[in-house]
């Protein structure tokens, strides 16, 4: 359809300034990372890469729920950081890293290699979003008894206080405050595409660091 059109326009624009360098998407749990990586992907003709998949396959085990749970988190953070730094030598890539990979500093020495963008939604959407499927896949927000949206909106305040400064060191920030769940289906995740393809000139032009706020009208 016309957006993406205008998205596959926009990716033979802004290709020459890549110049092969992997993106990687960083932002908390349900941002849209995987969602809007795979489309970016596919306008860029990039390859798409999960790191929490990686480390599943890697590890061996299903499910980073799993992984946490057999093994524990620093173990996962350790594979983690392996998966990381061996995508940092490839090129090409568009990568949804994890939730958390922002808080280890050595992470940021691989994903500085290429483009980082941090996916800024606010908690309320967040929780909404991920109250809608369970956190039985999300083991630091996952809990037994309670309310899913307001037990996902506590963890989430908390992880993003410990967080934020880390995420803060991403080159660009899209700040993706008008998207509702309702409108998954519709140009809104196209069109977020054409954002974060706009981003990647910020490192072109060595602009550091570029903030984009898209809000209703930009999609209208
Ligand atoms: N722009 C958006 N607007 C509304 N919902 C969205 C948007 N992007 C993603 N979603 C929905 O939010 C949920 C999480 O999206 P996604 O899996 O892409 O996030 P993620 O950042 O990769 O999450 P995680 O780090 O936990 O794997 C999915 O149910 C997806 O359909
Ligand atoms: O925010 C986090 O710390 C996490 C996010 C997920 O992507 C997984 O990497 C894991 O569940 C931890």
Same mark, same amino acid.
């Given at each position: 359809d016309?957006? @993406?059109?205008?998205?596959?326009?926009?990716a033979?624009d802004?290709?020459?300034?890549?110049?092969?360098r992997?993106?990687y998407?960083?932002?908390?749990?349900?941002?849209? $990372?995987?969602?809007?990586? $795979? %489309?970016i992907?596919?306008?860029?003709?990039? +390859?798409?890469?999960? +790191?929490? $998949? !990686?480390?599943?396959?890697?590890?061996?085990?299903?499910?980073?729920?799993?992984?946490?749970?057999?093994?524990?988190?620093?173990?996962?953070?350790?594979?983690?950081?392996e998966?990381?730094r =061996?995508?940092?030598?490839?090129?090409?890539?568009?990568?949804?890293?994890?939730?958390?990979?922002v808080i280890?500093?050595?992470?940021w020495?691989?994903m500085?290699?290429? !483009?980082?963008?941090?996916?800024?939604?606010?908690?309320?959407?967040?929780?909404?979003?991920?109250?809608?499927?369970?956190t039985?896949s999300?083991?630091?927000?996952?809990q037994?008894?309670? =309310?899913?949206y307001?037990?996902?909106?506590?963890?989430?305040? #908390?992880?993003?206080?410990?967080? @934020?400064? +880390?995420?803060? &060191? #991403? =080159?660009?920030?899209?700040?993706?405050e008008? @998207?509702?769940? &309702?409108?998954?289906?519709?140009? %809104?995740?196209? &069109? +977020?595409?054409?954002?974060?393809?706009?981003?990647?000139?910020? $490192? #072109?032009? @060595?602009?550091?660091?570029y903030?984009?706020?898209?809000?209703?009208?930009?999609?209208?």
């Amino acid at each position: 359809d016309n957006a @993406m059109v205008f998205a596959f326009q926009k990716a033979e624009d802004v290709l020459p300034y890549l110049n092969d360098r992997c993106v990687y998407l960083v932002g908390m749990m349900g941002s849209g $990372k995987t969602t809007v990586g $795979k %489309i970016i992907a596919e306008v860029l003709g990039y +390859s798409f890469f999960d +790191s929490d $998949k !990686l480390v599943e396959q890697s590890v061996g085990i299903p499910s980073v729920a799993e992984i946490f749970q057999v093994h524990s988190e620093a173990f996962f953070r350790d594979n983690e950081s392996e998966v990381l730094r =061996d995508l940092s030598s490839m090129h090409r890539l568009i990568v949804a890293t994890g939730g958390g990979a922002v808080i280890r500093p050595i992470n940021w020495s691989y994903m500085r290699k290429g !483009l980082t963008i941090w996916l800024d939604v606010p908690l309320d959407a967040l929780a909404r979003r991920i109250a809608a499927v369970g956190t039985a896949s999300r083991p630091l927000l996952h809990q037994e008894s309670g =309310d899913p949206y307001a037990k996902a909106y506590a963890k989430l305040t #908390a992880l993003f206080e410990q967080r @934020m400064d +880390s995420y803060a &060191n #991403a =080159d660009a920030r899209v700040s993706l405050e008008s @998207m509702f769940p &309702n409108e998954l289906d519709n140009t %809104i995740i196209r &069109n +977020s595409c054409f954002i974060l393809v706009l981003c990647t000139t910020t $490192k #072109a032009y @060595m602009v550091h660091q570029y903030d984009v706020f898209c809000s209703r009208s930009v999609f209208t």
